[in-house]
């Protein structure tokens, strides 16, 4: 048996794709090719045709002819099996049997072809064997992928030290124009006086004591502020526009960069009096921070697999006077939530009145700076459900191929227990060279070409928009390509619905001022 060339043809006679196993050239395929339509009749059932040297061994897809050319001394079983095979192949590689079709899978259905026959005989392999063959990894390909992505990062550490550079020449340029100028005899020496620390009356630099006949300007130094910018008299040389010119061709290449979906932090210079503003204390001596963590897995075909709320209550004191102190709360009576204090905690105390004391009455709570925004822990709460009306944002996914393109419809619906606030859903896509196609949106979105995600953004979820929707258009993919759905959201409101109640200070005296902070987010939230 030997097949000389596995062809798909119109019934018209149009060649869409033709491979070759033996040594042919064109003009021969060509016209054994044009010549089978003339040879099929209408109306017979036998599925080969042969000629004095070589036979046609055909099958009807639809509107197109899959065909063997074969030598006449092959054995017409085998032909026909092969034939079975490859007609599997095309249904399976092609999502449509036109012209179109074919032309859009040509390579593939090539490559399958090569699996199937070597050198014009049928290799024993299966439509799964040969599937799993044409997707085999390629190590040269990910060798390839290593080093172009070396470069890129390479690229970028130059880029970096560069800007790094260039920003320190200008520093350096500022400095030397504000430095004070030497004269000894008819030499001028320009010093900077960035290292030196000078007090204002310049003691040290006498007049001229050791220094023979050399003379100091420091009024001009001292005078001038140190982040003060160049007068117009001392306009830099003309060379420091060629730097400037650098550093635009770096933000250019910045902004590819960002284009393309990477994560780029700038260093930038702090403005004139921006060192000076210091941050501004909190107005209260006393701040107590009510956080809940949400873990939640949802099925994409309805229903819940994981519902898990973790929260902590943590007590931040400025002040060490006012560390002698107890805290009094008050909680939803949810039974659902479990409260574990911290260790050194009063158990009865808690259980009894809600109060939140230290087991030692005497001994204050620790305090902190006003940057320490975690604070002592107090109390840890955990809440576990099946039950789905507690989940405050579901979403639908409904994935449907329609011709040439997947049309993607996404919708949410919000709980009317909290308002949302930042809300992103990332969904997963296909590989694409464009970005989707999105026809409709409630809120913003935003593709990053890098991951191949598609975040959809809402600012705010509130009673005006409890639900809402999107529908994308993408080229043909499986419907798991868009899963996981992964979601991130925070909200000023808790499912313990916790509150601070009252400060009760154990030196008696005024109740001492506090604050109270609520944070809802998600640490892990997904549609699976």
């Known amino acids: 048996m030997v097949v000389l060339a596995a062809s798909i043809v119109s019934k018209s006679g149009k060649v869409l794709l033709s491979r070759q196993f033996v040594d042919m050239t064109r003009i021969r395929i060509e016209g054994l090719l044009a010549a089978f339509p003339k040879l099929v009749g209408t109306g017979k059932q036998h599925t080969y045709v042969e000629t004095e040297n070589v036979r046609y061994v055909y099958q009807p897809i639809e509107a197109l002819y899959l065909l063997l050319v074969t030598n006449k001394q092959s054995n017409i079983l085998e032909d026909l099996e092969t034939l079975r095979l490859l007609s599997k192949l095309v249904t399976e590689y092609s999502y449509s049997l036109d012209e179109e079709g074919i032309g859009k899978t040509a390579f593939e259905l090539i490559f399958s072809f090569d699996e199937v026959i070597c050198l014009g005989h049928k290799e024993n392999v299966t439509v799964a064997q040969v599937k799993q063959y044409c997707e085999m990894e390629s190590h040269e390909e990910k060798l390839h992928k290593l080093v172009l992505q070396s470069k890129i990062n390479e690229t970028k550490d130059v880029m970096k030290r560069k800007a790094s550079e260039i920003d320190k020449s200008k520093i350096d340029k500022n400095r030397s124009d504000k430095g004070g100028f030497m004269s000894m005899g008819s030499g001028r020496i320009e010093t900077s006086f960035s290292e030196l620390s000078i007090s204002s009356s310049a003691s040290g630099f006498g007049s001229g004591s050791g220094f023979g006949g050399i003379t100091t300007d420091l009024d001009a130094f001292s005078t001038k502020p ?150 002592v822990g107090l109390l840890k709460w955990r809440m576990q459900s099946a039950d789905e009306s507690m989940v405050p944002l579901s979403i639908n996914c409904w994935p449907s191929v329609s011709g040439n393109e997947t049309y993607v419809s996404i919708e949410y619906e919000a709980s009317a227990m909290f308002d949302l606030r930042n809300v992103v859903i990332s969904v997963p896509l296909p590989a694409l060279r464009e970005a989707p196609n999105v026809r409709q949106i409630d809120g913003e979105w935003r593709y990053d070409p890098r991951n191949s995600i598609l975040e959809w953004s809402i600012l705010l979820i509130d009673n005006s928009n409890r639900s809402g929707s999107m529908e994308f258009v993408v080229p043909p993919a499986d419907s798991s390509v868009f899963f996981p759905i992964s979601v991130r959201f925070s909200a000023t409101s808790l499912y ?12 008696g005296g005024a109740t001492p001022k506090f604050s109270q902070r609520t944070n809802l987010s998600t640490e892990n939230y997904q549609v699976v």
């Open 496 to 507: 313990s619905d916790l509150k601070v109640v009252n400060i009760i200070p154990l030196r």
């Open 226 to 375: 140190k982040g003060r910018q160049p007068s117009a008299a001392n306009a830099p040389p003309k060379g420091f526009g060629m730097q400037l010119g650098k550093s635009q061709k770096t933000n250019q290449f910045l902004e590819s960069l960002k284009a393309e979906g990477e994560l780029i932090v700038e260093d930038l210079q702090p403005k004139v009096g921006q060192s000076r503003v210091a941050a501004a204390p909190p107005t209260d001596p006393i701040t107590l921070t009510a956080e809940e963590k949400l873990n939640v897995t949802l099925k994409r075909d309805g229903g819940i697999s994981n519902f898990d709320v973790q929260g902590t209550l943590s007590l931040q004191i400025l002040n060490q006077e006012d560390g002698l102190i107890q805290v009094q709360i008050e909680t939803g009576g949810n039974p659902g939530i479990l409260f574990k204090t911290h260790p050194n905690m009063n158990k009865e105390l808690f259980s009894n009145g809600n109060i939140l004391g230290l087991k030692d009455p005497n001994r204050p709570f620790p305090t902190g700076p006003a940057g320490d925004a975690a604070g």
